[in-house]
């Protein structure tokens, strides 16, 4: 069974930094993508970023310039860092895996919240 386990998520003031980490419970080579989600209350779930097996990364618009995906493959995890916060990146962040059987798999969310 596959698990990812959030974490890093908090409370930041705007333009500051935080870093997430999805451990995953097994080689992060068994995965052909690695991504991070956000959803906002009463909105739905979107892509942040994402991070194929060869390196290749894909980003909102939105975090352009200002997230960073990545991954450590010797510690199973993936890292998002996240810059210039600003109060519309508040949200609960998934990471999400893709299996080579394509089978999606999900964390439990960390939650984000960028006010002064």
């Known amino acids: 069974q596959v698990r990812l386990v959030e974490s890093g998520g908090g409370l930041v003031q705007p333009g500051g930094s935080l870093r997430l980490s999805c451990a995953a419970s097994?080689?992060?080579?068994?995965?052909?993508?690695m991504g991070w989600y956000h959803q906002a209350p009463g909105k739905e779930r979107e892509l942040v970023a994402r991070?194929?097996?060869?390196?290749?990364?894909n980003y909102a618009d939105s975090v352009k310039g200002r997230f960073t995906i990545s991954t450590d493959n010797a510690k199973n995890t993936v890292y998002l860092q996240m810059n210039s916060l600003k109060p519309e990146d508040t949200a609960v962040y998934y990471c999400?895996?893709?299996?080579?059987?394509?089978?999606?798999?999900w964390g439990q969310g960390t939650q984000v919240t960028v006010s002064s």
């Open positions: 991070i194929t097996s060869g390196e290749s990364t």
């Open positions: 999400n895996a893709v299996g080579r059987d394509s089978r999606d798999y």
């Open positions: 097994g080689s992060i080579f068994n995965f052909v993508v």
